[in-house]
């Protein structure tokens, strides 16, 4: 999506404010949330696009999102090791001439390589654990571990692109 009109602005938002346990459902409301925190922080002066998204892992119906610490890091990824799990992401994107918010999801399943110890050590030290969910980012060093993806990689990186592309269309985004 090279040459859109975006600016990047932080929304961070509280996560832990959830009882949600349902991937798809807690993608969703998280992405949402980011679109009306960044419509809180801009006030009256919105722009015409706003999008927000967000990411989880589901490994045996437990959610993983950004790990706490380096400790929590580890667990997650020696979890992963040598298993298939489920990725989620949900975009939201508000249309400054609706004012409405609509919201797109996307799934797909990323299997990883057993991993040893040694090998997870050295992705920690990398620090790209760092804010992910699952605590790896497969457009980075961590795409070494992955044996298969079925779908998108694009949703594993947290920006499912044909949806996105999807979405901006049906809210009438001008393309040239």
Same mark, same amino acid.
């Given at each position: ?53 967000? &990411?989880?892992?589901? #490994?045996? =119906? +437990? ?5 706490? $610490?380096?400790? @929590?890091?580890? %667990?997650?990824? /020696? ?31 990323? &299997?990883?390589?057993? #991993?040893? =110890? +040694? ?5 920690? $030290?990398?620090? @790209?654990?760092? %804010?992910?969910? /699952? ?42």
């Amino acid at each position: 999506m090279m040459g859109l009109p975006f600016s990047i602005l932080p929304a961070n938002i509280d996560e832990s404010l959830t009882t949600q346990t349902n991937p798809l459902k807690l993608t969703q409301e998280f992405a949402v949330k980011k679109v009306e925190k960044v419509i809180e922080i801009m006030n009256n002066r919105l722009p015409k696009w706003i999008c927000g998204a967000d &990411t989880v892992i589901s #490994l045996n =119906d +437990k959610i993983f999102g950004k790990p706490a $610490d380096r400790e @929590e890091a580890a %667990g997650m990824l /020696g979890k992963l090791s040598g298993k298939q799990h489920k990725v989620v992401t949900s975009v939201a994107l508000y249309n400054g001439i609706t004012k409405k918010i609509d919201c797109t999801s996307a799934s797909c399943t990323v &299997t990883f390589a057993p #991993l040893s =110890d +040694k090998e997870i050590e050295w992705y920690l $030290d990398t620090n @790209e654990w760092q %804010g992910v969910a /699952g605590a790896y980012r497969i457009q980075e060093l961590a795409s070494c571990f992955i044996t298969q993806i079925k779908g998108s990689p694009s949703t594993v990186a947290g920006l499912p692109l044909r949806e996105f592309y999807v979405m901006l269309k049906s809210n009438g985004y001008p393309y040239a």
